[in-house]
Structures are given as C-alpha cells and as structure tokens.
C-alpha cells in the first residue's frame, strides 16, 4: 500500500507541476502577444509606409524649368534661310519672370510669317499638311522667315490626359535641345496626332514618334518623360491667349492656327498664300 500510495502522491505532483508549466507556458505567450501584436503592426505601418512613400516619389514628376527653352526667347522658334536651306536661329532662354523679347522683323519685303499653332489641334494638323512644304520652300528661298509658337489650348479635349500641354512641351524640349529637328519633329506629332475625346498619347509613345522623326537623344526622351518645359507651356499659352491683337474678328478668343505675317493678323477672309503674297512688299510692322 505504501507504494500505491506513493505513486498516488508522485502522479498527483505530476500533474500539479504539469498544471504549473502549463500556466508558465500561458503567462509566456501572454507576454509574448503583449510584445508581439504592436510590433507587427509597427513593422506592417513601417513596410506600408515605405511602400507609399516609394509610390509617391516613384511617381513624382522630374525637376522641371524656371527658364523657358532656349531658341525661343520670343516664346515662338525662328526659321531662316542659310546656304540655299533652312535653319533655326539660336538664342538664350527666357529667364525666370522674365518676359519674351518679340522678334525685330525688317522692312525688307521679306514675308515674316508667325503661326500659332498647337500640337494637338486637327485644324493645325490639317494647315501644316498643306502648307508647311510652302513656308519651308519660301524660307529655304531667301523670300520669308518662319516662326512657330506652340501652344496648348486644347487640354479638356483629351479626357483628363493634359495631351495638349504634354504634346507642346515636346516642341519645347526639341528647340532647346535639336532645334535642327524641330520641323521634322512638329511634322511627326501631327502625323500621330490622336483624335480629340480621346486620352490622346502616352509620353511614350510621344517619344517612339519622335524617334520616327529621327530624332533619337536620351535628354530629349527625359525632357519629354518629365515635362520639363510644362511651367513655360504654360506661360506661353497665358501670353498668347491674352493678347488681342491675335483675335480673328468674329471670334471669341486666339484660336489655332493663328498666322501673323510682317505684323498683320490672316482674318482668314482669304486664302492664306493670297495673303502672304500680299504682305511680302507691304510695310512691316513691329
């Protein structure tokens, strides 16, 4: 019996020890979870906060320009002749705050032809493609200069996309950086041109066109990607589309294309080579 009831009193201790190891174990894991849940969530906070954070400066656009582009410190890019072709004339970019310096034009009975003109217009598409061999032919000549403003006016015809601002920050980035490429460039984008409704182009697709017009440079690309001249599109468009003087009569405000030629507005009563002819012995103005 002694040893019945020993083993009695060792089981009974057994499962009193088992019971208090279980308790221990309890308490420990109590512990544990006391330490365990916030840091989770700390470490989840953290790893989602990392990974916002990488979103939003993944997404952020790139560095853009106080200045405007260089070549155009009339906000508009100047063509004229040069050993029996066409070149553009080189200038320093509009500084910040600054304001654009006009052209000086010559009575010389040159045409001096200024168009206004936005990437992402059919109209300008639909005008480049009849008469920009014409211009070009009349510059590479010796009997005009050429001047092209881009602007952006049509933004709330692309869905949301800002396709106008973005596609004349293209003409933006190419006359500070290939001013040599700016036609063929300009020719391209409204050969590409997307319909109005539409998102319009991706800036990748803007740049695969503008390979197509030869134009293959790394900073160009970069320009282009991040809308480096965005804040000069901007100011341009403002400058254009509050002056006047570039108002067709019996319009409401600048429309595109726009052609001012030795400083008299094409009302567009007549056919715009009638009118250009019409200007090229008449007195400048400006």
């Known amino acids: 019996m002694p040893e019945e009831r020993l083993t009695k009193n060792q089981k009974r201790e057994a499962a009193r020890e088992a019971a208090r190891a279980a308790r221990e174990k309890q308490k420990r894991r109590e512990r544990l979870l006391k330490w365990l849940v916030p840091t989770v969530s700390t470490l989840v906070v953290l790893a989602l906060g990392a990974g916002i954070t990488w979103v939003i400066v993944a997404n952020q656009p790139g560095p853009q320009s106080a200045e405007g582009p260089r070549n155009m410190i009339s906000d508009g890019i100047l063509f004229t002749a040069q050993d029996g ?46 008469y920009a061999e014409i211009f070009q032919s009349l510059v590479a000549g010796g009997q005009a200069t050429l001047e092209v403003h881009p ?20 003409g933006a980035c190419v006359a500070d950086l290939a001013p040599e490429s700016f036609l063929d460039v300009m020719a391209a984008m409204y050969a590409g041109q997307p319909e109005e409704g539409t998102t319009g182009l991706t800036d990748a697709a803007i740049i695969d066109l503008v390979h197509g017009a030869g134009l293959v440079d790394d900073e160009v690309d970069t320009c282009i990607d991040d809308e480096f001249y965005a804040p000069w599109v901007a100011a341009a468009t403002r400058r254009a589309t509050s002056d006047a003087s570039l108002v067709v009569p019996g319009n409401a405000g600048l429309s595109t294309p726009t052609v001012v030629v030795n400083g008299q507005l094409w009302d567009r009563s007549t056919d715009v080579l009638s009118f250009i002819q019409s200007q090229m012995s008449a007195p400048t103005e400006g």
Request: proline letters at 9%.
């Open 85 to 130: 072709d066409i070149a553009p004339v080189t200038t320093p970019a509009i500084q910040p705050s600054a304001e654009p310096v006009p052209t000086d034009i010559e009575d010389d009975g040159l045409a001096h032809i200024v168009t206004y003109v936005d990437f992402s217009c059919p109209a300008c598409k639909s005008f480049e493609e009849t």
């Open 151 to 170: 602007i952006a006016i049509l933004d709330n015809a692309y869905a949301g996309s800002r396709y106008s601002s973005r596609a004349n920050n293209v």
